[in-house]
């Protein structure tokens, strides 16, 4: 599964004609919409899910499984993010195991449900491109799928020490200091961070491209310079900086941390922050609940 990111950009070009494009530190109204993304790539990324160390027969089977069922992914892929906000409330499913009882013939999975589209609850139903590609792999290999939500922050440290835990799935970028702790899988899903916005604010709007955007980011301060994002996610390294990732990160930003990026776009919304970094396809499902 290479470039899939094509499939989002239908999506990102319907968003970004909405708004004029105007000299950067303006302000502007009119705009009926809450929140809008500046669309433009500040990273390159991939996702894969997540094993021990130890246990190189899980990650080669995994690994078959995302080979012979490309097909299959590659359309839950698509289901969700080309999905209407009304279609996204539709999907999930409320008969997954939420706590293991028989380890032995469970996938048991490590995951942070805060982060649609890939993992999301749905009323009393879990959803998600990691969810479903977690059951497919679960019914490939003949085990029922459990499924256990923690934080973020928890994820790879509880695949890596905890024997309970067969597989972490949360939209996991591959990064060198995590490859320390586990081993990844092939890669499904290629992405970027990006900035969320209100809708009126022009601060970004004549920054069309990633130098701009680093620039812009640099030279920001006080209540303009205040940002946030899911705890623990690459939006957080992105601003604190990260070598293994190559981000240099921006002492001038002052960052809060959210338990979801919903939570985060609130707070914004609140006037706790002037903008969040997240990730681009979140951020495209942010947009489709928030501007309903």
Same mark, same amino acid.
């Given at each position: 599964m290479k470039k899939i990111l094509a499939a989002l950009?239908?999506?990102?070009?319907?968003?970004?004609?909405a708004f004029a494009f105007t000299a950067c530190d303006k302000k502007g109204g009119g705009a009926t919409e809450k929140i809008k993304m500046v669309d433009v790539d500040l990273s390159s990324e991939q996702y894969a899910f997540i094993v021990k160390k130890k246990n190189t027969e899980?990650?080669?089977?995994?690994?078959?499984?995302?080979?012979?069922?490309?097909?299959? *992914?590659?359309? #839950?892929?698509?289901?969700? !993010?080309?999905?209407? +906000? =009304?279609?996204?409330?539709?999907?999930?499913?409320?008969?997954?195991?939420?706590?293991?009882?028989d380890s032995a013939n469970e996938l048991v999975v490590a995951t942070n449900i805060d982060f649609a589209p890939f993992e999301y609850y749905n009323g009393n139903k879990i959803a998600g491109i990691d969810i479903e590609i977690a059951?497919?792999?679960?019914?490939?290999?003949?085990?029922?799928?459990v499924v256990e939500h923690m934080d973020f922050d928890a994820v790879v440290t509880s695949?890596?020490?905890?024997? *309970?835990?067969? #597989?972490?799935?949360?939209? !996991?970028?591959?990064? +060198? =200091?995590?490859?320390q702790m586990v081993n990844f899988t092939k890669p499904y899903f290629d992405t970027t961070q990006v900035v969320v916005v209100k809708a009126d604010d022009t601060t970004f709007d004549a920054c069309t491209d990633k130098d701009a955007m680093l620039q812009k980011l640099a030279s920001l301060s006080g209540a303009a310079a205040k940002c946030g994002g899911q705890a623990g996610t690459t939006g957080q390294q992105f601003v604190k900086g990260n070598e293994a990732l190559e981000f240099a990160g921006f002492a001038n930003?002052?960052?809060?941390?959210?338990?979801?990026?919903a939570l985060a776009v609130q707070s914004m919304l609140d006037g706790n922050i002037s903008f969040i970094?997240?990730?681009?396809?979140?951020?495209q499902t942010l947009l489709k609940n928030v501007n309903k």
């Open positions: 950009l239908t999506v990102a070009t319907v968003i970004t004609c899980l990650l080669n089977t995994v690994n078959g499984i995302l080979d012979a069922k490309a097909t299959e *992914i590659q359309a #839950i892929m698509d289901k969700y !993010l080309n999905a209407t +906000e =009304d279609q996204l409330a539709t999907f999930g499913s409320n008969s997954i195991k939420t706590s293991s009882t059951q497919l792999i679960a019914n490939e290999m003949g085990k029922t799928l695949v890596q020490t905890k024997d *309970i835990y067969d #597989i972490g799935m949360a939209a !996991l970028t591959i990064s +060198e =200091d995590r490859k930003l002052d960052f809060s941390g959210y338990d979801s990026p970094i997240v990730d681009k396809a979140v951020a």
